[in-house]
């Protein structure tokens, strides 16, 4: 497997406090890659750093061969990185017809969008009904499937979920989950950001284990969850 | 805005070449200005025909303001700086350069080539307050919110403290020649610009407002006003979508710079001297209130409120000392009534009410209540 996204001793400041001390991580191609951890530890800021909202003060991030640390955000999407926001991120005052198609911003192959859409609203049927409704009337659960939907139609290669599940009923999150799984099956590569870490480590392939800004552990996600300091930190038995 | 449904009905390439998309509406802005040009004299007096001049100017500065303020929700407060470009490099081009063809200013045997003088001047002030835009806008638009409405703010008044500054008005042929270059330090400081022949009758008044509404509805429906419409919205899941946030915030603030000087250039012609206080705060305060009354993004709101403010007064003349009370009144009920403006972002024929009426489902629905 090869390398999509190679982060390198990656630190980045707010002001003179440094929420990141240098951490590394890999994702390759078609994975399902979870970062997990507390409150505060700098998962966000990571996912941050990645898509180009926050600079990095040190460090290399290499996505798909090219450094993109210095990259503005917007030309990182056209190079198909593309992040999903925390809090969702849909445009309220749009219609969710509106905001799909804001998510097809940078593409002009209509055929190919209307396929994708296609397939987007296969994936969540909820939406279809809701077209014409204003995004900030909907549901967080839904809100949460329109900003996936969204983010799959920028045709990312590589996927950025910042906490998908944040807020949300539990059946509705073993939903969500199930999409995650069939948009990577579909050839999307995924790095995923969560807090709930049972539901992460049972989607993902790897996973590294975030605290105050160091990454503490890695692995193989099903080893990791069957590990004893992350059973007792994270998955509370 | 396009929807999804629709792009894949479109074939590539067949929409923009056809001529009726390409060209009708330019054609039905001519018609629109010859209909209001002719049909005016017939039901109006002169002083009301002024009044529609001065109404059609608001409309431009409005419907241009609505662009930057509007559809990317940055909030700009001095569009009346932009405007004040336009007008004064609009009338100095047909003042001075009259004297200068002609040797005299208004003169009915120079009458066609005024009007050439006109259109020239309105297109030297459009693309000088597009400089200005692209200048104050680059810099300024890195600050959000209320900095962003200091710093403009602050533009209007550096342009009206430079027009101030400014010499006097020259009179003659010959002052025009040897001044040269100097000529733009002759605008007569803080009494105004006198003396510009008010050559834009109602006719180039309503071409240029119905080519302003065709433009700033183009703008709103394709990908540019879909960007803007998304950074109003939230800036960080815009640039998530891959929008150029700086791209399209200047992109803006030139356009609406653009077409807020060609407003400027046609106040100039229509008999009102363009002096420094057309640059300041209340100038660009009174547009902003059109463009907050009509609602933010909506073009038809724009021009609804643009004719309804100017007007009003007018109207109210009859009741002399309280008409300022009514006016301020009428704005305060506004305001609590439809706090988003007339329309919010929808333009007049998206509204459910509107829609419902001419389908007739208005009179279903009541007689489905009883």
Redesign the interface.
Known sequence: MSALLEVKDLVVKYGAIEALHGISLTVNQGEIVSLIGSNGAGKTTTLRAI?G?RRAASGSIVFNGADISRQ????I??SGL????EGR??????TV??N???????RND?AE??KD?ERALGLFPRLRERMGQMAGTLSGGEQQMLAMA??ML?KPRLLLLDEPSLGLAPQIVQTIFKIIREINASGTTILLVEQNARMALQVSHRAYVLETGKIVNQGDAKELASSDVVRKAYLGH | MKTLAQHQQDVPGKVATRWDVMLLPWVACIVVALVVHFASPVLVNEYWQNVLRRVGVFVIAAVSLNIVNGYAGQFSMGHAGFMAVGAYVAGATTYYGSLLLHGSVNDPNFYYQGIGLMLGGIGLGCVVAAIAGYLVGLPSLRLRGDYLAIVTLGFGEIIRVMLELTKGQLDNAAAVKDAGAKLLIHLNGPSGFFGIPSYANLFWIFLFVSVTCLIAYRIKYSSTGRALLSIREDEIAARSMGVDLTKYKVRAFVLAAALGGVAGGLYSHIGANPSPTDAGFQRSFDVILLVVLGGLGSISGSVLAAIVLILLPEVLREAQQYRLIIFALLLIIMMIVRPKGLFGVKEIWELDWFTGWFSGKRRERKAGAK
């Open positions: 898509s909202i503005a955000a917007h030309a999407v056209r593309v992040q999903s926001p991120g849909v445009f309220p005052n749009m017809a509106e799909l198609d804001l998510g097809a911003f940078i209509h969008i209307a859409l969204r983010a920028t």
